[in-house]
């Protein structure tokens, strides 16, 4: 069991360009979760996927982000013209569908200056 | 809409002193509650978690308790060590799609720091 691992684990952009980080669940996990956290606070859920299908979207996610699972397997977040405010750690979890744990990766920390 | 909300920190002890961390939540319904813990350097991970009312959590020496009445979760541990320093969240699971469990609800966190 590998765990789940995003990519890249840092990301340093300048403001207006557009980013995309990469999460690879744990294989047998049929849920994924994307997360922001900032310095001090908790979690914050963006969005989730159930195999293929995005159920949910949080209203932190602009239109200036996008999520993709297109297999079902690994997901990408896109940031589009990104603000000095998209600042944050990007976390992905995973769980299977019914169950309560949620596992976390390690993160993906995104600075724009 | 639901949310959680724990002490700020930091909390600071010294090795094998009593710890309490409170958390009280807001919800609808009947929410699972958990306590994550996320060390120096590492990714979230769950420390322990309640299902349903009256329910105990407990892992590596830490408990709490699903108080409906009181709305609360705090954490506890009977004597701390100098390795459970981090950073702990409480958290709520919120309704998803269909009526199942979603997202997860997390509180801003408290730091613990035991010094020896």
């Known amino acids: 069991d590998t765990g789940v691992s995003q990519d890249p684990r840092h990301k340093i952009t300048k403001r207006g360009q557009n980013v995309t980080f990469r999460c690879d669940p744990i294989s047998e996990h049929n849920r994924l979760y994307w997360y922001r956290q900032t310095l001090g606070q908790g979690p914050e859920f963006l969005t989730y996927f159930q195999n293929e299908a995005q159920l949910e979207k949080s209203r932190l996610l602009s239109d200036r982000f996008s999520a993709e699972r297109p297999k079902g397997s690994f997901s990408t977040l896109e940031i589009q013209r990104t603000e000095q405010g998209d600042s944050a750690m990007y976390l992905c979890a995973s769980n299977l569908a019914g169950f309560y744990e949620q596992y976390f990766g390690p993160g993906t920390r995104l600075t724009v200056t | 809409g639901n949310s959680v909300t724990q002490m700020e920190g930091p909390v600071t002890l010294s090795e094998e002193a009593f710890l309490t961390i409170n958390c009280t939540y807001t919800a609808t319904g009947y929410p699972s509650l958990f306590w994550y813990v996320q060390y120096p350097g590492e990714g979230l991970q769950l420390l322990l978690k309640?299902?349903?009312?009256?329910d105990k959590g407990s892992n590596k020496g830490f408990e709490a308790t699903y108080r409906k009445e009181t709305t609360s979760f705090h954490l506890e541990k009977g004597s701390v060590q100098v390795s459970d320093s981090a950073v702990y969240f409480c958290?709520?699971?919120?309704?998803?799609?269909?009526?199942?469990?979603?997202?997860?609800?997390f509180g801003k966190g408290t730091k613990l720091s035991v010094k020896p």
């Open positions: 309640a299902t349903k009312a009256d």
């Open positions: 958290a709520l699971s919120d309704q998803g799609y269909g009526g199942s469990q979603g997202n997860l609800i």
